[in-house]
């Protein structure tokens, strides 16, 4: 496995691979890998032939009351999960190295990126699509791999890919979750142990929403209002939305009268924000 710090020597390590008519997936991270980045880097080591990892913590993602300082960074563990993985290049740049100076170009996603996480994380999804440009331009891949546990990010980087005709395609990988069902998350190493079990809430009020919805209930307030209570119920947490959103436009609906719909939770918990969602297809 190679590791690269410089966009130089990521080039130069793809270009004969490249030339030899080889494809190239790409998985990127901002490290702190558990299984939920695993199942994206088997899936592009089943699909391509050759697998790229990024671990790049982006500042401009991130607002400036969160947790960019606090984010866990742990790039010898990563480096050992990514070689037992099978990839064959890791990027792991400075911040220096992506923004040698002030980023004056902005790649910016509309309407998308204005519900969600989108209202209260202002300037985030700049900061993703952004990044995620850039990093597109220096590995080329043929194949895209992200979670379905960040839904909007993957709704937003598709539609970027088709508005700017980037040659890639992108694929969209099944969330990950431990046995209670929590979601995997670089920041679930911000719970207590309290705190997780409490963070099980979110995948139990998802679950209701969706037998809900199969039994035939059409008030997305009804449904939301039950996950509330499933939610607070659980423990100290601070809502920051329940919603039930058409799959493509992210637009939230009042009534579900048809699917799929996209049911999407963001929650604080001590020093955590969690975010989750499940699709409810017909
Ligand atoms: P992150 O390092 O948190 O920026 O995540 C990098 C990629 O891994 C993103 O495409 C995430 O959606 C994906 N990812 C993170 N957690 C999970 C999970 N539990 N299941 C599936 N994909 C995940």
């Given at each position: 496995?190679e590791?690269?710090?410089?966009?130089?020597k990521?080039?130069?390590?793809?270009?004969p691979?490249?030339?030899?008519?080889?494809?190239?997936?790409?998985v990127?991270?901002m490290?702190?890998?558990?299984?939920?980045?695993?199942?994206?880097?088997?899936?592009?080591?089943?699909?391509?032939?050759?697998?790229?990892?990024?671990?790049?913590?982006?500042?401009?993602?991130?607002?400036?009351?969160?947790?960019?300082?606090?984010?866990?960074?742990?790039?010898?563990?990563?480096?050992?999960?990514?070689?037992?993985?099978?990839?064959?290049?890791?990027?792991?740049?400075?911040?220096?190295?992506?923004?040698?100076?002030?980023?004056?170009?902005?790649?910016s996603?509309?309407?998308?990126?204005?519900?969600?996480?989108?209202?209260?994380?202002?300037?985030?999804?700049?900061?993703?699509?952004?990044?995620?440009?850039?990093?597109?331009?220096i590995?080329?891949?043929?194949?895209?791999?992200?979670?379905?546990?960040?839904?909007?990010?993957?709704?937003?980087?598709?539609?970027m890919?088709?508005?700017?005709?980037?040659?890639?395609?992108?694929?969209?990988?099944?969330t990950?979750?431990?046995?209670?069902?929590?979601?995997?998350?670089?920041?679930?190493?911000?719970?207590?142990?309290?705190?997780?079990?409490?963070?099980r809430?979110?995948?139990?009020?998802?679950?209701?929403?969706?037998?809900?919805?199969?039994?035939?209930?059409?008030?997305?307030?009804?449904?939301?209002?039950?996950?509330?209570?499933?939610?607070?119920?659980?423990g100290?947490?601070?809502i920051?939305?329940?919603?039930?959103?058409?799959?493509e436009?992210?637009?939230?609906?009042?009534?579900?009268?048809?699917?799929?719909?996209?049911?999407?939770?963001?929650?604080?918990?001590?020093k955590?924000?969690?975010?989750?969602?499940?699709?409810?297809r017909?």
């Amino acid at each position: 496995m190679e590791v690269a710090d410089k966009i130089a020597k990521v080039r130069e390590f793809l270009r004969p691979i490249r030339q030899q008519g080889k494809s190239i997936g790409f998985v990127p991270t901002m490290g702190a890998l558990h299984d939920g980045h695993l199942a994206l880097i088997k899936r592009a080591r089943e699909e391509t032939e050759c697998v790229v990892v990024s671990i790049f913590v982006n500042p401009l993602q991130f607002c400036p009351n969160e947790d960019y300082d606090k984010y866990p960074r742990r790039l010898e563990e990563d480096l050992r999960l990514c070689e037992n993985s099978g990839v064959d290049l890791v990027f792991s740049p400075s911040v220096e190295e992506i923004y040698p100076r002030e980023q004056l170009t902005i790649v910016s996603v509309r309407k998308l990126t204005e519900t969600l996480c989108g209202r209260s994380r202002p300037g985030h999804f700049d900061g993703v699509t952004t990044v995620v440009t850039k990093l597109f331009n220096i590995v080329q891949p043929d194949i895209a791999y992200f979670g379905q546990k960040d839904a909007q990010q993957a709704v937003v980087i598709k539609r970027m890919v088709e508005d700017l005709n980037f040659p890639i395609e992108i694929v969209v990988v099944p969330t990950v979750r431990d046995e209670y069902g929590l979601a995997l998350s670089s920041r679930n190493e911000y719970l207590s142990p309290e705190e997780k079990i409490q963070a099980r809430s979110i995948y139990m009020a998802l679950k209701t929403a969706e037998e809900k919805i199969k039994e035939g209930e059409k008030d997305a307030h009804v449904i939301i209002d039950t996950m509330r209570q499933i939610i607070e119920s659980a423990g100290p947490f601070r809502i920051d939305y329940i919603s039930i959103v058409e799959l493509e436009t992210l637009q939230e609906v009042d009534r579900i009268d048809s699917l799929p719909v996209m049911v999407a939770v963001a929650v604080y918990i001590g020093k955590a924000r969690l975010i989750d969602n499940i699709i409810i297809r017909e």
